[in-house]
C-alpha cells in the first residue's frame, strides 16, 4: 500500500509539474507570436524582405575621361621614372 500510495504521490507531482510547463510554454508561445506579428507588420507575408541588388553607380563620361587621364599621367610618370633608373 506504502508502494501504491508513494507513487500515486509522485503522479501528482509529475502531473502538477507538468501543468506548470504548458502554461510556461503557453505564455512563451504568446510572446513569440507577438513579437512575430511586429515584425510581420513590415512585410505582407511576415518573411523578412529581400535586400534588392544594389544598382551601381553612373558616372559620367567627363567623369570616365578625366579619370582615365589621370592615369594615364601616373603611368606615364612611371614608365618616366623606370627608364630612368634604367639608364642609371
Same mark, same amino acid.
Not at 509529475?14 to 510572446?31: H, Y
Given at each position: 500500500? &506504502?508502494?501504491? %500510495? #508513494?507513487?500515486?504521490?509522485? %503522479?501528482? &507531482?509529475?502531473?502538477? #509539474? +507538468? $501543468?506548470?510547463?504548458?502554461? =510556461? ?7 513569440? *507570436? #507577438? ?6 507588420? $513590415?512585410? %505582407? ?12 553607380? +553612373?558616372?559620367?563620361? @567627363?567623369?570616365?575621361? @578625366?579619370? %582615365?587621364?589621370? =592615369?594615364?599621367?601616373?603611368? #606615364?610618370?612611371? &614608365? +618616366? +621614372?623606370?627608364? *630612368?633608373?634604367?639608364?642609371?
Amino acid at each position: 500500500m &506504502k508502494l501504491l %500510495a #508513494a507513487l500515486q504521490k509522485e %503522479a501528482q &507531482k509529475l502531473t502538477k #509539474a +507538468k $501543468d506548470s510547463l504548458e502554461r =510556461q510554454l503557453n505564455a512563451i508561445s504568446a510572446a513569440v *507570436k #507577438a513579437f512575430g506579428s511586429s515584425l510581420a507588420a $513590415d512585410s %505582407a507575408n511576415g518573411r523578412r524582405q529581400k535586400r534588392g541588388r544594389r544598382k551601381g553607380r +553612373k558616372m559620367s563620361a @567627363a567623369g570616365r575621361k @578625366a579619370i %582615365a587621364e589621370a =592615369q594615364r599621367l601616373r603611368w #606615364a610618370k612611371q &614608365k +618616366k +621614372k623606370k627608364a *630612368k633608373e634604367e639608364k642609371s
